[in-house]
């Protein structure tokens, strides 16, 4: 599930990412007209034994050096990703 809507700080976004492996991730978050956003992530992964609870929220703002890419350019790149082989997300 993925919703947008533009309200008087931005354009809001929220969601839902679920998967039986790795949890359930929900995020809220706005992108101002300068190009910064504000986002929280709440991630909850259940096991029999144990839930895991994180909360993580990051802010950034557009970098003026960088070279801007497509939708498709950005949707190549991320469909050569393996998640399970990146540590970073592996340990989620």
């Known amino acids: 599930m993925y919703t947008t809507e533009p309200t008087s700080e931005g354009m809001r976004f929220q969601g ?4 039986e492996s790795r949890g359930r991730f ?18 909850e992964r259940k096991r029999w034994y144990w839930t895991t609870k994180r909360e993580i929220a990051f802010q950034g703002h557009e970098h003026q050096d960088r ?3 497509t939708l498709p350019e950005i949707l ?5 990703l ?11």
Do not use: H
């Open 26 to 43: 929900t995020y809220d978050g706005v992108v101002q007209e300068d190009g910064s956003i504000d986002v929280s992530i709440n991630w």
């Open 82 to 92: 393996d998640p399970d082989g990146n540590p970073m997300c592996a340990r989620f």
């Open 76 to 80: 190549e790149k991320m469909s050569a």
């Open 67 to 69: 070279t801007s890419m």
């Open 16 to 19: 839902v990412l679920e998967s």
